[in-house]
């Protein structure tokens, strides 16, 4: 890319001067013909007059003005020749064509009063031809010619001009090469840099050499890949941490009750004539230790299914005021234990694209929790709504809540608020996980508000048509 900068702004640089430069070239060389032009002019139309004013064609031998047509067609190093107005050539300082006859266009027209000047530029030759015109003394009297004088003159030294110019124009674009070169070359160097730092970040951050983040300075652009890298790298980062805080937190959980029931068979076995009750009660105790290991195995493998793509889900149209009256009627007795009063509203009839087994599963732990974390003779309502694309189920509760720097840690695997509480009540800190991911898989949103010592209320929106 350097490399290509680098001729980007070469060609941006010598391009346009090669450009003025044969313009440059072009006008220089053609001011100069100009000039010429002019010049020759101007003596063609001093010789003319000359020739008529001492009215050459009564005299034709006239010595000065022969010596002065001489000393002009040597000066200019060029031809003359002098017409008269039968077209007859009276004089050329070539003497190659006098008293030969010249009838060309521009003499016929010089003769009614026309000059013409032509320029040959193949051979550098300029040809002139003037009138001239008939010697009168008395100058009211209309203007007549009467013959013609025809210079030629080859510009020998436009060559040398010429080759000068292009020289000189060759030198500066060179110059100019030379010049822009090292510039072209740092420029671009600086403009690639930012590229360059971003990509070495990139690569040291890869091979793992650093833990630093890629440096967001340069331009725009490279200011927002290092932020999408960075985002990228954090991200990457936490899902290694959580995968790591994940296994440590199964290793643990799964360990617990097994180290309960190994210390309660120790104690049975190490003991000598230990009475039948306190087998029994030690055999309780390692059955419920064993259900709960039972538990936190089921839930870990609903998780796991959760983890998997959306293509598991098993969509079926569904009556969702049906399936969440099923829920509260499985949840009514334990919250009956707890004199919790279970309120069903709905507000309309709805059915839904959904996963009946997942969203079950969810709306069963969103209800389970507002009964397991409430207080004696508490409430939950659980209602029901839809407009034409969502439906919205809300869980309230007035229970224990939850303190407002935790909320956002619930859903975390095996996060609990209060772990001897979520113990005690047989919870494994799984079961916000889950419904999350339900949720998730259906396109749709969990909220939660809450305030400590009044109460929970999760909403849960869902599309009624499942978006895949
Ligand atoms: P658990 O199995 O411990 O209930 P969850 O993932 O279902 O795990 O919930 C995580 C934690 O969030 C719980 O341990 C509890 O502290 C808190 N929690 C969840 N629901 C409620 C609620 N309705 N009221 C108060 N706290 C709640």
Redesign the pocket.
């Known amino acids: 890319m350097r490399w290509i900068l680098c001729a980007a702004f070469m060609c941006i640089g010598v391009i346009p001067a090669i450009a003025i430069g044969i313009g440059a070239y072009k006008t220089s060389v053609n001011s100069y013909i100009k000039q010429r032009e002019v010049e020759l002019t101007t003596y063609a139309s001093v010789l003319s007059k000359e020739l008529s004013n001492s009215a050459y064609f009564d005299n034709i031998s006239s010595q000065t003005i022969n010596s002065e047509i001489k000393l002009a067609s040597d000066m200019y190093n060029g031809r003359i020749i002098v017409v008269n107005k039968e077209y007859k050539i009276v004089k050329d300082t070539y003497y190659a064509s006098e008293n030969k006859y010249i009838v060309t266009e521009e003499i016929i027209k010089s003769l009614t009063g026309k000059r013409s000047s032509i320029y040959d530029s193949a051979n550098n030759f300029f040809e002139i031809i003037e009138p001239i015109e008939v010697y009168a003394k008395d100058s009211t009297k209309e203007t007549s010619y009467n013959g013609a004088v025809l210079m030629s003159f080859k510009i020998t030294d436009i060559v040398d001009y010429e080759k000068e110019q292009a020289r000189k124009i060759q030198l500066l674009i060179v110059l100019e090469c030379v010049l822009l070169f090292p510039l072209a070359l740092i420029l671009s160097q600086k403009m690639v840099c930012p590229l360059r730092k971003v990509a070495d970040s990139i690569e040291q951050i890869s091979d793992g050499y650093t833990e630093e983040t890629v440096e967001e300075s340069g331009y725009a652009e490279t200011i927002l890949i290092a932020e999408a890298f960075n985002k990228m790298v954090s991200k990457t980062k936490q899902l290694d941490l959580s995968r790591q805080e994940f296994v440590s937190n199964v290793s643990h959980e799964l360990k617990t009750p097994i180290t309960s029931i190994k210390v309660l068979a120790d104690s049975l076995t190490m003991q000598e004539n230990v009475p039948v009750e306190l087998y029994k009660e030690f055999l309780t105790d390692i059955a419920e230790e064993i259900d709960r290991e039972n538990k936190i195995i089921n839930?870990l493998l609903s998780l796991v299914k959760m983890d998997r793509t959306a293509a598991e889900l098993n969509i079926s149209q569904v009556n969702i005021n049906e399936l969440l009256e099923l829920i509260l009627k499985r949840l009514r007795p334990i919250a009956a234990k707890r004199n919790i009063e279970l309120v069903f509203e709905s507000f309309r009839p709805v059915i839904a694209e959904i996963d009946e087994v997942k969203l079950t599963l969810a709306f069963s732990?969103?209800v389970?929790?507002?009964i397991?974390?409430?207080i004696e003779s508490g409430w939950v309502r659980v209602s029901l709504n839809a407009d034409h694309k969502f439906f919205y189920v809300k869980?309230s509760?007035s229970?224990?809540?939850?303190p407002d720097d935790?909320q956002d840690r619930?859903?975390e695997?095996f996060?609990?608020?209060?772990?001897a509480?979520?113990r005690e009540?047989?919870?494994?800190?799984?079961?916000?996980?889950?419904?999350k991911n339900a949720i998730l898989m259906h396109k749709g949103v969990i909220k939660l508000y809450?305030k400590e010592n009044e109460?929970?209320t999760?909403t849960v929106r869902i599309p009624l048509t499942y978006i895949s």
């Open positions: 839930d732990n969103l389970e929790n507002a397991k974390y409430n869980v509760d229970g224990i809540g939850i935790v619930v859903f695997r996060y609990r608020v209060d772990k509480r979520s009540t047989g919870g494994t800190g799984l079961g916000l996980s889950i419904t809450s109460g929970t999760f």
